[in-house]
């Protein structure tokens, strides 16, 4: 697929077509919004709330290792199923979804390119029916704390510039003219980046049709903002799940090798008492 | 039905396809401005229903998810959810 560096973590919706009742295939659909799924899915697609079944409930946090085992195993799922995730606003949570995936340590977890917009465009079939699994066995590894950061080492990435970190929330959050996409509550005191962010928004990754933009385009779009792989990156947006979609981006298409989501995000920062706040556009992006 | 609840799994054995399957139709996409922000309205009929999905453009979030009898009518009622939701929105002088 377009000269990814890991094109086996990418799917076509053909080839979901073609292979998502195979026995060693689980399909997933992870939304923004959690009641899309209902409306129709991919025949034989579960279905998991990121908002209650991909965090931890009653702190803010990923899911814990025992309650992800549970929710593979209930799930039918093995540590040798091929997971194929998809979801609406161009695999959004789809993305995060797969990020804690890789966090415990699963080997075979695939976006479907163009998430569940492209499936619903193409006419394809959809299904009302919540699949019967059977429960599997499952041991997860890790954590892998490699693909996250926590708030110190960003703290420690700023004071040391030893990482570029890249912003993908929509310009106007960048600058701090509205403190959570339009529509939305706001959820922190300050609006603004992290000083020396570059501002790059997510669907900048995506063409039209929700897919992928190529791996050349992509080099072009980071590459021009000082994201070349010369230093780790670390991304981030508002609370983690766009800078998920960001952080495959870097990660599995371009192939980058220190790349980790911020999944505190501005919502940890921007409520962050004494942290530096930058607000107004970036200054030009370094060489 | 839908989500998986709490983690539980479903009982049954391991077989996938069942019931009734369907196609969204008639699909479309077209971009609007309300109160000044540019929304993202997807539409598409699955069976006798519309439905409409309105998601502002840049940071993409979800705005509203309505249905009705014809396309205008949901795309009407995610408008006017839309509008409801943006009217909230504080700009910031910078």
């Known amino acids: 697929m377009a000269n990814y560096a890991h094109p086996e973590t990418l799917v076509s919706t053909d080839w979901v077509a073609q292979h998502a009742s195979d026995p060693n295939v689980r399909v997933v659909e992870v939304d923004v919004d959690t009641k899309a799924y209902d409306e129709g899915h991919v025949p034989g697609a579960l279905g998991w709330a990121w908002n209650s079944q991909l965090c931890d409930t009653v702190r803010r946090d990923i899911l814990p290792k025992a309650q992800f085992e549970e929710l593979m195993a209930s799930s039918g799922i093995s540590n040798n199923t091929t997971v194929v995730i998809y979801g609406d606003n161009n695999n959004w949570f789809a993305a995060w979804a797969l990020w804690q995936m890789k966090i415990y340590g699963h080997k075979d977890v695939r976006l479907m390119n163009g998430g569940r917009k492209k499936w619903l465009s193409e006419g394809r079939e959809l299904s009302k029916d919540a699949p019967k699994v059977s429960r599997a066995s499952y041991k997860a590894t890790g954590p892998d704390n490699f693909l996250r950061a926590f708030l110190p080492q960003v703290q420690a990435a700023l004071e040391g510039g030893t990482s570029s970190m890249v912003d993908v929330r929509s310009p106007q959050e960048f600058t701090g003219e509205i403190l959570a996409p339009p529509g939305l509550p706001e959820t922190c005191q300050r609006g603004g980046h992290i000083p020396g962010a570059r501002n790059i928004p997510w669907g900048k990754a995506c063409n039209d049709d929700g897919t992928f933009k190529s791996a050349d385009e992509l080099r072009s779009l980071y590459g021009a903002e000082g994201i070349d792989g010369s230093k780790p990156v670390i991304a981030y947006c508002r609370i983690g799940e766009r800078s998920s979609h960001t952080w495959f981006v870097l990660k599995y298409l371009l192939g980058l090798d220190k790349v980790t989501n911020y999944d505190g995000s501005w919502t940890e920062w921007g409520n962050l008492v004494g942290a530096p706040v930058e607000k107004g556009a970036a200054a030009t992006a370094r060489a | ?94």
């Open chain 2, 1 to 94: 039905m839908g989500q998986l609840g709490g983690g539980a799994g479903r009982e049954g054995r391991g077989g996938h396809r069942a019931g009734v399957t369907m196609k969204a139709e008639e699909y479309q996409e077209r971009q609007v401005q309300i109160l000044g922000w540019p929304v993202n309205l997807a539409s598409y009929r699955l069976g006798e229903v519309f439905h409409c999905k309105a998601d502002n453009v840049s940071p993409g979030a979800a705005l509203a998810r309505t249905t009705g009898t014809t396309r205008e009518e949901a795309e009407k009622k995610a408008l006017d959810r839309a509008e409801q939701l943006l009217s909230r929105t504080r700009v910031h002088t910078v």
